[in-house]
């Protein structure tokens, strides 16, 4: 059995520690170390540890799972997630790159995922208005996101924001 989906509340203060991490994680140095090794390695770790210890450290991460999109094959990759009502929100940054991140094209393909171990039914949010107040919220767990869609903006991409409910 999984270890449980530890509640993450964006209106619950973030401490000096996580809002450090997230600030380095969003220099050059630390965005090169997320993309190289830590988020290579989270899966690994989070899989292991039951979802306990991953790279994040002081993050809200989990492991999700979705099904590949051309190959059905289970992947596993480490996301950034928090709740709204008792619905778990994930962002599809990829740190403002101008693609979508690969998990994103899976679980639009393949829908029913897995969230630190539980059935989730993912929905990708298109409403204008929800996404606003999503962002606002995405903003307090890991203020780097605004600076991702900065970036994703210059490349012509809206980064999706997804919002996942128990199966």
Do not use: C
Not at 135 to 156: I, K
């Amino acid at each position: 059995m999984p270890a449980a989906l530890k509640h993450v509340d964006p209106d619950f203060p973030r401490s000096s520690l996580s809002r450090a991490y997230a600030s380095l994680s969003n220099t050059r140095l630390g965005r090169f170390l997320s993309a190289k090794i830590a988020w290579k390695l989270d899966p690994y770790l989070l899989r292991m540890t039951r979802g306990r210890v991953g790279m994040g450290l002081v993050l809200p991460t989990a492991l999700l799972e979705t099904r590949g999109a051309r190959s059905g094959a289970v992947r596993r990759n480490a996301v950034i997630y928090f709740h709204d009502g008792d619905r778990v929100i994930i962002v599809a940054s990829r740190q403002g790159d101008a693609r979508h991140p690969a998990w994103f094209h899976n679980l639009r393909a393949y829908p029913d995922v897995r969230l630190g171990g539980y059935p989730m039914r993912a929905t990708v949010v298109g409403d204008e208005d929800e996404r606003r107040r999503l962002w606002t919220l995405a903003d307090r767990v890991f203020a780097p996101y605004a600076a991702y869609r900065a970036e994703a903006a210059r490349a012509n991409r809206t980064i999706p924001i997804v919002q996942l409910t128990p199966r």
